[in-house]
């Protein structure tokens, strides 16, 4: 997928949220591959918010959520499949929006990934008004996330939609040929 380790966390100075969007919006218009672009997007984002233990980007595949880039662990999510209703980022396309919460521990629908998050944003990404996936941020911090934190994820979200849009039809498309020679074998 993309590069998932802590890496350079320890930065002396985070981005300002100006210079993080010019960034991601030079990144979003590089001739870069999409899942390139999604890739440094993330570790953009991860590496600018110290508590924020695992962020990627989930696509929206056939009706399915769909582990996308991810910082913060060198392994997928246990849950790198999701289906639409269940657990947070499940609901957020469900319901058709964002979620912000304080405390997962309070959840009954809540798909655990790390025993140790507390808190989770999802944003989703749209393009052409349609969901085509979300950034799933978690961490281990009980209220970790603000309302501003949910408006530059959905500033940077506008600017990378047209790849995210793109990267899911790839998998789409990649699926159902590898659907189609399944059954022609």
């Not at 591959?33 to 924020?52: C, I, K, M, Q, S």
């Not at 056939?62 to 392994?75: H, K, M, N, R, Y």
């Not at 941020?137 to 500033?155: C, P, Q």
Request: charged share 30%; hydrophobic share 40%.
């Amino acid at each position: 997928m993309g590069e998932q380790s802590m890496g350079s966390r320890n930065r002396s100075r985070s981005p300002s949220r100006s210079e993080l969007k010019a960034e991601v919006k030079t990144l979003a218009a590089s001739d870069a591959r999409d899942e390139e672009v999604l890739r440094r997007v993330v570790r953009l984002v991860h590496d600018a918010h110290p508590l924020w233990e695992w962020s990627g980007i989930y696509l929206l595949v056939d009706g399915t959520l769909v582990v996308g880039p991810f910082a913060g662990s060198d392994e997928p999510p246990e849950h790198s499949r999701i289906e639409v209703g269940d657990g947070v980022c499940g609901t957020a396309v469900a319901e058709d929006k964002n979620q912000l919460v304080e405390d997962v521990r309070e959840l009954d629908n809540y798909l655990a990934c790390s025993l140790s998050t507390r808190s989770e944003l999802v944003v989703l990404i749209r393009e052409g008004g349609q969901i085509v996936g979300q950034f799933d941020i978690d961490s281990d911090e009980r209220g970790a996330f603000t309302e501003v934190d949910e408006v530059l994820l959905e500033e940077i979200a506008a600017l990378i939609s047209p790849r995210v849009a793109s990267l899911a039809a790839a998998r789409a498309a990649s699926r159902a040929a590898s659907r189609a020679a399944d059954c022609a074998g």
